[in-house]
């Protein structure tokens, strides 16, 4: 199924380019094929984000020239670190600094972020993790940049609940939310119900949705096909529409054929993980359109 008027969704949709393919190109044709407002940017050609060497950005600025696609975020792993860490977290304000450059060169304002990789209780460290953001506000500010913190099981921050807290304590307009229902199904300390309490809880800051799908295990999450899990994705694109959501929706697929490991899911990137992508994406990506198609 392709969609045959995008302009008249109600929803503007997006996918990671390397849940398609390494190969940006290949990744433009699909969304271009199915249609789509824009594109996420995580890895490309083997290279994370912060990592991209000029020719390529170069070759992917021409490769976008003449398509209606707009570079929706820059997909970092900012602070997916170790939150104890000093070396780390200069690394990684650095990746900040160079993906808020990327965007820049796409005319994309929003960067993707999260909260340190979780070892024990966040509540322990809460006062650490505010006093970590303070660098970042000032770059943030200087570049006139979003940073949108995503809800991630891996990281101390995994609900929506949890990530209202946060930015209520922040009280930044810098800092908003990426609000991913499937991270927080697979939270299994806090059990959140994704839809609608997640989404109450942080609708009214949310910059950027990531639509992935799956069912609640006692390991957290089993990744399925968008629509044929729990999240219940067809009252989601509803309330978001309601709601007048003007971000995208970015299909961030996940689900493959043969299930990925977890270090896989947590650190996303290279063509072992994108591989398999394009007929998973596909997939999800005509179970998306069935779905804003009917709202």
Sequence with gaps: MRSSNASARKL?????????????????????????????????????????PEKDILRMRQVLSGTPLRVCSIAAPFFKCDIASDNEYREHLDILKRCIDLGKRFDCSLVRGFTFWRKGAAKDVWSQILARFDAPLRLLEHTRSILGIENESSTFIGTGQTLRKFLDEIRSPQVKAVWDPA??????GEFEVPFPDGYNALKEDIVHVHVKDGKRVAAGIEHTPVGEGQIGWAGQFKALA??????????????????????????PGGEAFSGPGEYASRKCLDNILKLVQAL
């Design 12 to 52: 503007k949709l997006a996918v990671f380019t390397d849940e398609i393919s390494q190969d940006f190109e290949r990744a433009v044709r699909v969304a271009q094929e199915y249609r789509l407002d824009g594109i996420e940017v995580r890895s490309v050609w083997g290279n994370g984000p912060h990592k991209i």
């Design 183 to 188: 991270n927080s199904l697979a939270d299994t």
């Design 242 to 267: 309601d709601d007048g959501f003007a971000g995208y929706c970015s299909l961030e697929t996940h689900w493959r054929p043969a299930k990925m490991d977890r270090e896989m899911i947590d650190r």
